[in-house]
């Protein structure tokens, strides 16, 4: 089973004069990660400053978090292997990372 890993920090909410604004960005990349989640792939979020012990377990995420620090975030990993850094890819470019075709899964025709 492919498993990804994706070494990020979730940005805080800004709070404006009209309330709460996330970022999009950021949504739609979780979105992406869900959707991975949806087609079968094990997708694991860590966030290095929370889990530092988390980042320690890989040696090219302590090595790009030193070499680059934050910069290189996200960093996502497919089956331990770094596979992008420090871009949030697109919903094809994930699925092209993990060896998958981007259609959505099939789902049951309620009958």
Not at 62 to 73: I, K, N, Q, T, V
């Amino acid at each position: 089973m492919t498993t990804v890993t994706v070494f990020r920090h979730s940005p805080p909410p800004v709070i404006g004069v009209c309330g709460v604004v996330f970022d999009r960005a950021f949504e739609a990349f979780d979105q992406n990660l869900d959707w991975l989640e949806a087609i079968g792939i094990l997708v694991e979020r860590i966030d290095p400053q929370e889990q530092p012990e988390e980042a320690a377990r890989f040696e090219a995420v302590r090595d790009s978090l030193a070499r680059d620090g934050d910069r290189c975030l996200p960093l996502i990993l497919v089956d331990g292997s770094i596979v992008s850094s420090g871009i949030r890819p697109t919903r094809s470019h994930l699925a092209r990372l993990v060896g998958r075709s981007r259609r959505q899964p099939e789902l049951p025709v309620a009958g």
